[in-house]
């Protein structure tokens, strides 16, 4: 009798080892892809165009025949913007969705949580949005990849451009988080190398991100009468942010105003004629800035699907996506994570900005921002018009590798 | 032969969390880690309201300092795991004893709005401090590495860690147990039930109350400092105000009367939590629902509730 009982429980636990051991995959079903980015809260409308943007390459990909075969198919999951929520997530779409690659995420703060994670995991992750540069620097490990710009790149440009305005006195207003702290040090560092007279002030402001008053983070800036504010704030506190900001008359000051990633999208169609004119304003992608095929049939397809022009998050997501399908047909598995991975190191493809590379080293896409000034309003699309529009090159924005400090 | 049947259901369903990494798809043995930590914070947390009948809304400051310790000192020092719980142990008790002391000398609402607030000042100091605790980003990027007194363990690998987890929270919750079947756990009670007479017995309640508050936060900051490595990040969120209310929840939930309330109210509150949000992202009004039936139905919690009436069937 007891041993009968033994011997169930043996067979039973061998089975359910068994059962487990075994692929869950048939050679019909779809390749899933999980993507992590904020569903919830005031930069909800950035995971609402980075699914779009999704949804878009995921349907056009499967339109021509999938992947190896199979359709593709996602499984998104909010991040609420937060490291723990985002790793819980992560793990639930690689044990429980048996995803074969992650893309996504939209905050720095949450990269920094994610990344160390990853080597664990054992798939890919693409980032498509989180800009902090310790992703591809510090914390780089073999499985994370990056098709935005980051900070240091974004800042590069923009110190260029800071440099140009002749402003002497400079400081920011940026969210108290990784971002925003990040944004400002290397806008400062390379400010400095371009123009060593610049003065970094010390009186800088960085409200929490999500804050809804911003009032006394504006009024304090402009106590310090700077010559040039750089701007690091974004999604729904960006909204927030320059109509507060109208309404103190922050912008009738003889100040050079430079926005990070005042650009999206998002932001521009909320506020309307509200952004100001004449600011600058630095975006990972700009529609129009992209005279190529790839980026002609991207923003006709996804403004026929979706009424809109496409943001920098979407822009990016779509491009992600692309890129899992052309690293899993050069892998030649859809299961193997550490074979995906190794197939995006080095890999290039053509995307609606151009053809990138993911650079051998710290695998960080080669990219530039778009940067222009805010123009008149184009009344078709809803929003201001960049002018003076630059691109720049992403091979000479970038820090070398040994820079970065990634050893890989 | 109640008593034959309860220990018999325990030790299969302990059983069953020993095994269950052989039996269960991976992705259910992070919810069970969780579940087991989570349930080791709300028992630390019953210790407090359960027993001494003291609402406590400040829990989560011992939580947190728990996860910060460990964090922190894996970030930079690389400690072995078990001394780094150790460190959590102490970092938790001692500041419930900072805020215990200033804390317990009040009753009813105002205990619960003066832990409110030392919670949220804690929290804010986690939160703007910078230069120590990363700010709002949190402390992440932290490996874990060995685990100490000569254990060959690979703690990265989550069913590793699981048993980890779940030999610790099985210790310190028998340990906690006989801490509440104590001398001093019975005087605790009284005190709850009436702490006047309590004080007349010529013992004072304000030292009791004290130490439960103490011994609650140090089993928080064990929890705290296992939820860290599990996690990989310990961030500011971990001591707001709105992870003070989880213990409350999930001890409600599962029942205050008995010891394991607070475990069956952790399962029931993390499983709902994980399968609601898969359907749908307003999971917390369903919890409020479900929560506002508890309260006006099942005063006792699920599990008082069922034992209850379990046992008033038998007799």
Request: aromatic fraction near 12%; charge should be negative; charged fraction near 15%.
């Amino acid at each position: 009798m007891k041993s009968f009982k033994r011997g169930t429980l043996l067979s039973a636990l061998v089975m359910a080892v068994g059962i487990s051991a075994t692929p869950s995959w048939a050679a019909d079903e779809p390749i899933r892809l999980g993507a992590i980015h904020i569903l919830s809260g005031s930069a909800a409308n950035y995971g609402k165009f980075a699914r779009q943007g999704i949804d878009l390459a995921i349907d056009e990909i499967n339109d021509s025949g999938g992947v190896m075969g199979r359709d593709l198919e996602l499984v998104i999951e909010d991040s609420q913007g937060k490291a723990s929520t985002a790793i819980q997530a992560a793990r639930k779409l690689v044990y429980q969705d048996q995803v074969s690659g992650l893309l996504g995420l939209d905050s720095s703060g949450v990269a920094q949580g994610l990344v160390p994670i990853m080597p664990e995991l054992k798939k890919p992750l693409i980032i498509t949005h989180a800009a902090t540069p310790d992703a591809t620097g510090s914390l780089c490990n073999a499985y994370t990849y990056r098709i935005s710009n980051n900070v240091a790149q974004n800042m590069n440009a923009l110190a260029s451009v800071a440099a140009e305005t002749g402003a002497k006195r400079w400081t920011t207003i940026g969210p108290d988080y990784a971002f925003g702290h990040q944004s400002w040090e290397y806008f400062g560092n390379a400010l400095k190398k371009i123009n060593p007279d610049v003065e970094l002030l010390k009186d800088t402001a960085f409200p929490r991100f999500g804050a809804e008053d911003f009032t006394p983070f504006i009024n304090g800036v402009m106590a310090a009468k700077p010559d040039g504010v750089l701007i690091s704030v974004w999604g729904g506190d960006l909204v927030n942010f320059v109509r507060q900001a109208n309404n103190l008359g922050f912008f009738e000051k003889d100040m050079q105003i430079i926005f990070t990633v005042g650009a999206a999208t998002e932001v521009l169609s909320a506020l309307g004629e509200q952004m100001p004119e004449g600011v600058w304003l630095s975006t990972r992608y700009w529609y129009k800035a992209f005279d190529n095929e790839q980026n002609k049939h991207f923003v006709a397809a996804y403004k026929d699907r979706y009424g809109v022009p496409p943001s920098y998050n979407a822009e990016g997501a779509y491009a992600a996506v692309y890129a899992y399908k052309k690293a899993i047909e050069k892998a030649g598995s859809a299961d193997d994570g550490d074979k995906i991975a190794a197939a995006l190191d080095g890999m290039s493809l053509d995307a609606p900005n151009g053809t990138i590379t993911f650079r051998k080293g710290d695998h960080q896409a080669l990219v530039g921002p778009n940067v222009g000034r805010a123009g008149a309003m184009d009344e078709e699309d809803g929003i201001r018009d960049l002018e003076d529009l630059r691109l720049f090159d992403g091979e000479k924005i970038s820090r070398s590798v040994a820079e970065t400090g990634c050893k890989l | 032969m109640k008593n034959a049947i309860l220990m018999a259901v325990f030790v299969v369903v302990l059983a069953g969390l020993v095994l269950l990494p052989w039996f269960t798809p991976y992705f259910y043995i992070f919810i069970a880690t969780e579940i087991l930590i989570m349930g080791l914070f709300a028992a630390s947390f019953n210790l407090i309201f359960g027993y001494t009948g003291m609402l406590s809304f400040g829990h989560a400051a011992f939580f947190g300092i728990g996860s910060y310790a460990t964090a922190m000192l894996l970030l930079h020092l690389q400690w072995p795991l078990v001394y780094c719980l150790i460190a959590s142990v102490v970092f938790g008790a001692l500041l419930a004893l900072v805020i215990g002391f200033l804390s317990v000398r009040l009753n009813e609402v105002y205990f619960a709005m003066l832990t409110l607030a030392f919670g949220m000042m804690v929290f804010s100091i986690a939160h703007q401090w910078r230069s120590v605790t990363n700010g709002s980003d949190g402390i992440a990027g932290f490996t874990v590495g060995e685990f100490g007194l000569g254990l060959p363990l690979t703690l990265g690998n989550p069913a590793v860690y699981y048993h980890v987890v779940l030999v610790i929270v099985v210790l310190a919750s028998a340990l906690l147990y006989l801490i509440g079947r104590s001398s001093f756990g019975m005087i605790l009670q009284a005190i709850r039930q009436n702490a006047e007479r309590v004080s007349f017995c010529g013992l004072n309640v304000r030292a009791y109350r004290l130490a439960a508050f103490t011994i609650g936060g140090g089993f928080a900051g064990l929890a705290g400092g296992l939820m860290a490595p599990f996690l990989r990040v310990a961030s500011p969120e971990m001591l707001h105000w709105s992870t003070s209310a989880e213990p409350v929840l999930m001890s409600i939930l599962g029942g205050t009367g008995y010891f394991l309330g607070p475990f069956v109210g952790s399962a029931i509150f993390i499983l709902l939590e994980t399968w609601i949000t898969s359907i749908t992202h307003a999971w917390m009004l369903v919890l409020g629902i479900v929560l506002a039936l508890m309260v006006m139905f099942f005063r006792r919690g699920v599990l008082g509730t069922f034992l209850d009436w379990w046992q008033e069937r038998q007799r």
